[in-house]
């Protein structure tokens, strides 16, 4: 994994909220050393306006999120994966493509804040929640020795990372 840079594809079922997030904490956070992408199995087709009102009020970047079919990255010419990294349980029990490449894959399971209901105050939580967890998985990610890992070490070490709660 000496590349320039590593590729990580986030994985949820409607690619419109965690996945999306995701993709955007990933891409600005990475500091260049990863580039981020995420898709769905039944992609809803739009990007959730919680997750976007979110991401841009934290000052995150959004002009290239949008909701995607998973199989646009088992194209032969599509980016090849390092990493796929599942966030919502209905995915990770999915048949997944053949991913190019082989990349090593995770599951990271995180509340669809979507799906949340209630009062308007309970919905804008569930975002914060999921994001807060994201953020704190993905900067943990980042703080990995990638060159001092093996293969088997990294992978636990993904596998632990999607255990870890926003507190």
């Known amino acids: 994994m000496s590349k320039t840079h590593m590729n990580v594809l986030f994985i949820c079922t409607g690619n419109s909220a965690r ?27 739009f990007v959730n ?24 990255f088992a194209a032969p010419d599509a980016p ?21 490449g082989q990349p090593m894959s995770a599951h990271w399971g995180v509340e669809d804040p979507a799906g949340a209901t209630g009062t308007p105050e309970q919905i804008n939580k569930a975002f914060h929640d999921a994001f ?23 992978l636990k070490e993904l596998q632990s990372i999607g255990k870890v709660t926003a507190e």
């Open 80 to 100: 090849q994966m390092d990493f796929v990294l599942t966030v919502c349980d209905k995915a990770a029990g999915e048949v997944c493509p053949v991913w190019p």
């Open 132 to 154: 807060m967890v994201l953020q704190r998985r993905i900067a943990l990610f980042l703080n990995l020795p990638f060159e001092k890992l093996e293969k088997l070490s990294l």
């Open 19 to 45: 996945s999306i997030i995701a993709e955007a904490l990933m891409n600005q956070l990475g500091g260049g050393r990863f580039r981020a992408y995420s898709a769905g199995s039944q992609p809803a087709g």
């Open 49 to 72: 306006p919680k997750a976007m009102e979110l991401l841009e009020r934290n000052r995150f970047r959004t002009g290239e999120l949008r909701s995607k079919n998973w199989d646009e």
